[in-house]
């Protein structure tokens, strides 16, 4: 059995769905691929809106009112702050379009006519609860005493450990918040920088990610996934070009005056961001706020060379090659924590990523997941996974990274995972030995 497994009893912070969709990126379809996950996220992100109900009880009225706007995919009730609120999520961002157009704005207020998919609903029903379904129900997340008690009614080591790491990890409204929080600020910015893009990275997306982790955002204004930046002219006026300022020949000091524009933006324009702070002095300075509707802390951050997105790609792809990656990394960072090698805070100890990769390094001593110096001898000898050659020669260390992401990708799919086939209780044992 576990040992040390009695934490302090937290306030749930937020409820989730009974009936997840299931994504096309699923365990079972072989074909997965990060820049895919991520992408259709961040499609399905700007389909939704999140909702603050104004009255309890009052979602069947809200689905009724907005399934007049357009089809509903997904909506998915939960509680932050003591605020009951309603992710939904439209079949088309035309009909998130069309809501946000007739969507009013408070009257006799002292409030900004701002507009944002942060939405507040309020109930004119005063009579019994409409019968007409919502199509996500609320139900209660366990609690870690709740947790607790279970693992301790299971006797196998390898049960409890998958026990935890389901119960712990980050669930789909996890994943959808925080994939929706990054599209309002990619949205605050963009009737500036038509081509920024937000994207979440670390935990939110590497499956490492804990239930109530912080949310890390990378900020950049052009979609440095595609072709390495390479400028494309498809159906564009080559002759027309937009009169635009020069950009500071330091990048630092670029990165510093454009986060201190999104943090005046969050602070002064964006609902539900409170306690802005800009944090410039650090090696990657970063904007820092709170969103109320989510009860998410999260952290921007703008670089010019992009490695906390690849970091986070190769994490994932690392991974999706077994099942047993992700189960044996959180019960190992949970034991981390209780024999106190690891705080809540940032010091001279280890961190839980720290603590990822020492996990990560022992399951390739043991082979079951590839050392990098094998993914790159494959991307060496297999051209045919490689960017293109106009690629390669416009960033040659961008692209060495692209073709070892696309190599890992490959291994990922055909791995046979046949070298070892110890269970979990026997890797959390073998690791503590």
């Known amino acids: ?67 007049r706007v357009g089809p509903i995919t997904n909506m998915t009730l939960y509680t932050a702050n003591k605020k009951e609120c309603a992710l939904l999520e439209f079949s088309t961002e035309q009909s998130v379009k069309h809501l946000l157009k007739i969507t009013s704005h408070f009257t006799n207020e002292n409030r900004l006519p701002c507009a944002s998919r942060n939405l507040y609903f309020a109930s004119q029903y005063t009579g ?32 409890q450990i ?91 000091f670029q990165a510093q005056a454009y986060l201190k524009i999104l ?45 906390s997105y690849y970091m986070s790609k190769l994490l994932w792809g690392l991974s999706s090659i077994d099942s047993r990656v992700a189960p044996l990394v959180f019960v190992i960072r949970r034991w981390a924590r209780e024999a106190s090698i690891t705080q809540s805070t940032p010091g001279p100890w280890f961190s839980n990523f720290q603590m990822t990769l020492l996990v990560l390094f022992y399951l390739q001593s043991i082979r079951i997941l590839p050392k990098l110096n094998y993914i790159n001898e494959q991307s060496v000898t297999t051209p045919s996974s490689s960017p293109s050659q106009d690629a390669t020669s416009t960033n040659g260390d961008l692209s060495d990274d692209l073709i070892l992401m696309n190599e890992l990708e490959n291994i990922r799919r055909v791995h046979p995972n046949k070298s070892n086939n110890d269970s979990l209780g026997e890797k959390y044992s073998l690791r503590l030995c």
Not at 4 to 14: D, M, S, T, V
Not at 37 to 63: C, P
Not at 292 to 300: E, F, H, N, T, Y
């Open 1 to 67: 059995m576990l040992t040390g497994w009695n934490y302090p009893l937290a306030i749930q912070r937020y409820s989730s769905s009974i009936r997840p969709p299931t994504p096309p990126y699923s365990a079972g379809a072989v074909t997965q691929t990060f820049d895919t996950m991520i992408d259709f996220r961040r499609q399905q992100a700007r389909r939704t809106v999140l909702i603050h109900l104004g009255r309890s009880h009052s979602e069947s009225e809200l689905y009724k009112l907005c399934s």
């Open 128 to 159: 019994a609860r409409l019968k007409y379904p919502p199509v996500g129900r609320e139900v209660q997340q366990l609690d870690d005493s709740i947790i607790d008690k279970s693992l301790n009614d299971i006797r196998n080591v390898s049960d």
């Open 162 to 252: 998958r026990y935890f790491w389901q119960k712990t990890k980050l669930t789909e409204l996890d994943t959808r918040l925080r994939f929706f929080v990054a599209s309002l600020v990619e949205e605050a910015l963009r009737s500036i920088f038509v081509d920024t893009v937000c994207l979440p990275f670390g935990s939110s997306v590497t499956t490492f990610g804990k239930s109530r982790c912080d949310l890390d955002m990378l900020l950049s204004f052009e979609d440095f996934r595609d072709k390495n930046n390479q400028i494309k002219f498809d159906g564009k006026l080559q002759q027309l070009r937009f009169l635009t300022k020069r950009s500071y020949l330091n990048d630092r």
């Open 263 to 307: 943090a005046d933006t969050l602070k002064h324009f964006m609902a539900e961001c409170t306690n802005v702070q800009i944090i410039l002095p650090a090696r990657v300075p970063i904007v820092r706020f709170q969103h109320r509707l989510s009860d998410l802390q999260c952290d921007v951050s703008m670089s010019e060379f992009k490695s």
